[in-house]
């Protein structure tokens, strides 16, 4: 597994499920500052220490969408959202993430590199994760794997993160918006 300097874009004003599910979350915004670094868009532990806790429910993910508010403008600029993982809830910007799926070393399960290269993170616009993300092939097939849906913890705690990487960027912001639904445990 490879550890990458994360840079902490989770917001601390996410709610958890009071109202009816499914529900939205959002992301911090990603700007040129990430570049190279893992930016640390949600965590799903069971007691929030940054993150809201979610218990000790699953939390099934239905649809993830990057939003680019403002195109970033590096011709060599891709962009990618997979999952990490955190020793506890309370790790922030300059902690590390462990990456969960390497590929290039860069986890792409919900949006691949090689997909952000034109038409996702140099367009603005509201972008969805392409066939060959895994999370795509999950949601098809009807599994709740790891991708599609997460089991909260407290250690080792599971989060969705973004990997910038470009020559030298001198613009761009993005969010990212995930639907979900906490499933009731009885």
Known sequence: MTTQ??????RTDLRTSVLENPYWI??????KDCDTLCALL?????????A?????????????????KTSFT????TFSIGQCSLATDGVTTDGVATDGTIAGNTPDDYMVEADGDAHIIAAAGLH??????VYITAKAAGTWGTVASIIPADSTVLGIAGY????TIAAGSAYVHVLISVVPGV
């Open 42 to 50: 949600f965590t799903f532990p069971i007691i929030g220490v940054i």
């Open 164 to 167: 910038l990487t470009g020559g």
């Open 26 to 31: 959002t992301s911090g915004e990603i700007t």
């Open 52 to 68: 809201p806790g979610y218990g000790s429910n699953i939390v099934q993910l239905h649809e993830v969408v990057l939003q680019v």
């Open 74 to 77: 590096s011709d060599s600029t």
């Open 5 to 10: 300097v994360i840079v902490d874009l989770r």
């Open 128 to 133: 969805a994760p392409a066939t060959s993300s």
